[in-house]
């Protein structure tokens, strides 16, 4: 379903409260590490600006439980977007009563203030129908622009828009409609690379995939289980006990939907689980009992390369081995390479497969990096996402 955006509504004049997703990395100096979810909301904010919107943002960071705490302010933030935008950004010390409602009166068109992080009202993680209104009051439009977000159906995400006019920002627009295109409509072949830890964190997102993809390449940990599922050894590899069963009809499904579902045939397998542990390449059958499988190995990643360059779409989700340990992030890098060789629709779905890309330096080569983890991850397992149902349909 396509959301209306600030495109297609009148802001000039207009008080706009915009939910962003400024969860950003900091540094125990509370430094911010990396400020790409700040970036990635520019566009929607300057739009709104130059429109001489009154631009009033929200958001969250960090968990702190519904209580104030000084380690989770958004200082730093309102300094390093007044930075990036090239003009004074206003903060209040939080982002309902007195304070901010003034602020929000002394706001002129074409000025952004930044309210204090919402979640230090235990009402916002409650979607407390007071909250939500009394944040609304501030504003005469709602525009939601974290993705990140938006799978939680919080106050500031989607209870506001019960009392606001509610439609999509940039960002938001971006993310939904290309990863919607890659589920609904894509250029095939599709491939779909899915890797990480565990089975159980991604079984949504496997079952959702296997009624679309033309190939799916697992890896990482949980490719573990899935051999365990096909009879071989796994030694002291981690492997789900509880979810060989389904891994087992995982496999049949995809076999009798005809969808190639790919599996590391060597691993590179390590004496312990430590960056500098004795490790060298087997394959998969040759697992000895004492050893555990860190990285899939040189012919599986030359064979998935293969796959994923051919594609004309692909997603990313989860590495392909211990990548933090230089030793075991060879598969992961091959298959950062082989996204960037791509010429097709490249879309890395969040977490670990983004700081994956990065390292590799090949991040500006995709075609898409969701700036949402939790989000992404939702969004591919075909969930409806609390934030963007609540946005108006165009
Ligand atoms: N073979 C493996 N054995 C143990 N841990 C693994 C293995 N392969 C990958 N991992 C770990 O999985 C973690 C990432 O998993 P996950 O959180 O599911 O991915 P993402 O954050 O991309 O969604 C990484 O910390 C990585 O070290
Ligand atoms: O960083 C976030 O999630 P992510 O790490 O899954 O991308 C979002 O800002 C959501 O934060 P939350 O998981 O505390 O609700």
């Known amino acids: 379903m396509e959301k209306k955006t600030i495109r297609d509504v009148d802001v000039k004049g207009k008080r706009v409260l915009v939910r962003v997703d400024f969860n950003v990395p900091t540094d125990e100096n509370r430094q911010i590490t990396d400020d790409t979810r700040i970036r990635a909301a520019l566009p929607t904010i300057k739009y709104l600006l130059e429109q001489g919107a009154k631009v009033i943002l929200a958001s969250h960071?960090?968990?702190?439980?519904?209580?104030?705490?000084?380690?989770?302010?958004?200082?730093?933030?309102?300094?390093?977007?007044?930075?990036?935008?090239?003009?004074?950004?206003?903060?209040?010390?939080?982002?309902?009563?007195?304070?901010?409602?003034?602020?929000?009166?002394a706001l002129a068109p074409g000025q952004a203030l930044l309210l204090e992080n919402v979640r230090f009202h235990a009402e916002e993680e409650k979607n407390d129908p007071e909250f939500a209104k009394k944040l609304a009051a501030l504003a005469d439009l709602f525009v939601n622009d974290a993705f990140g977000a938006?799978?939680?159906?919080?106050?500031?995400?989607?209870?506001?828009?019960?009392?606001?006019?509610?439609?999509?920002?940039?960002?938001?627009?971006?993310?939904?409609?290309?990863?919607?295109?890659?589920?609904?409509?894509?250029?095939?072949?599709?491939?779909?690379?899915?890797?990480?830890?565990?089975?159980?964190?991604?079984?949504?997102?496997?079952?959702?995939?296997?009624?679309?993809?033309?190939?799916?390449?697992?890896?990482?940990?949980?490719a573990n289980t899935f051999l365990k599922a096909q009879g071989y050894e796994l030694g002291k590899s981690l492997v789900e006990e509880d979810k060989v069963q389904l891994a087992k009809e995982l496999l049949a499904t995809a076999q009798q939907r005809g969808i190639e579902l790919l599996l590391p045939r060597d691993v590179v397998v390590a004496a312990a689980f430590a960056p500098d542990a004795e490790h060298k390449t087997v394959a998969v059958g040759e697992i000895p009992a004492d050893w555990q499988a860190l990285d899939i190995g040189p012919a599986t990643a030359e064979k998935y390369a293969g796959v994923i360059r051919q594609a004309k779409t692909v997603v990313w989700n989860g590495p392909m081995g211990v990548f933090e340990m230089d030793a075991f992030a060879r598969g992961t890098e091959a298959v950062a390479k082989a996204m960037a060789e791509c010429p097709g629709t490249t879309i890395i779905g969040g977490g670990d497969s983004v700081a994956a890309v990065e390292k590799v330096g090949v991040?500006?080569?995709?075609?898409?990096?969701?700036?949402?983890?939790?989000?992404?991850?939702?969004?591919?397992?075909?969930?409806?996402?609390?934030?963007?149902?609540?946005?108006?349909?165009?």
């Open 61 to 105: 960071f960090g968990r702190p439980k519904g209580q104030v705490n000084e380690k989770y302010r958004l200082d730093q933030v309102a300094k390093r977007l007044s930075e990036l935008l090239g003009q004074e950004v206003a903060k209040t010390s939080d982002c309902v009563g007195p304070e901010a409602e003034a602020a929000v009166a």
């Open 150 to 222: 938006a799978h939680r159906a919080h106050a500031s995400t989607a209870g506001v828009a019960q009392y606001l006019p509610a439609v999509a920002g940039f960002l938001m627009e971006k993310e939904i409609s290309i990863m919607g295109k890659a589920l609904a409509n894509p250029e095939r072949p599709f491939v779909a690379i899915i890797g990480g830890a565990k089975v159980s964190d991604k079984i949504g997102v496997i079952q959702n995939l296997l009624t679309k993809v033309d190939t799916l390449i697992i890896g990482g940990g949980m």
């Open 363 to 394: 991040a500006e080569k995709m075609t898409h990096i969701s700036t949402g983890g939790g989000a992404s991850l939702e969004f591919l397992e075909g969930k409806t996402l609390p934030g963007v149902a609540v946005l108006q349909d165009k």
